[in-house]
């Protein structure tokens, strides 16, 4: 009983999964309507997926723990797939540690470190950042928040 079981859950998942296509390709129905730019069709799935195109997502940053050079130390670089480098687009930061731990050079959007973190007082700092139009001032992405991780150094003797 078990194997039989085993073995339907298995041919339902090769099958209705779509790993396994049937011999005899079947017809796909589709509306007038529906989009046919960027759509990606797997044989023997009942659905479709349609791409779309992210120009403003941050997952996160990484920082040195206790960085001690003579220059602010760089994080990373936010940028919109609206900025054409013609100097159009302002870079801002908001958020934990804005302005006070990291700075943002509002044309190129690099973010720097200004002071020396250490990871034990504060593991990440959660900011947000935004793109806007400088002659308008209206928003070009929606606000997006990241995160920077301050890495940890081995400080303490074993």
Request: aromatic share 8%; with cysteine; net charge negative.
């Amino acid at each position: 009983m078990l194997t039989r079981n085993c073995l339907s859950l298995l041919l339902w998942v090769l099958f209705d999964g779509g790993l396994l296509t049937p011999l005899q390709p079947q017809p796909r129905q589709t509306l007038a309507t529906e989009p046919t730019e960027n759509v990606i069709h797997l044989p023997g799935r009942r659905s479709h997926f349609q791409r779309v195109k992210r120009g403003w997502v941050w997952n996160q940053f990484f920082v040195l723990e206790e960085y001690m050079g003579s220059e602010p130390q760089y994080v990373g670089k936010l940028h919109s797939d609206l900025d054409k480098g013609e100097g159009t687009v302002k870079y801002t930061l908001s958020g934990d540690g804005a302005g006070t731990v990291f700075t943002i050079d509002e044309t190129t959007g690099d973010i720097h470190a200004i002071r020396s973190l250490d990871r034990e007082e504060k593991p990440f700092y959660t900011l947000r950042a935004q793109a806007v139009d400088i002659e308008t001032r209206k928003p070009l992405e929606p606000e997006s928040e990241f995160i920077i991780k301050v890495q940890d150094i081995n400080d303490n003797e074993p």
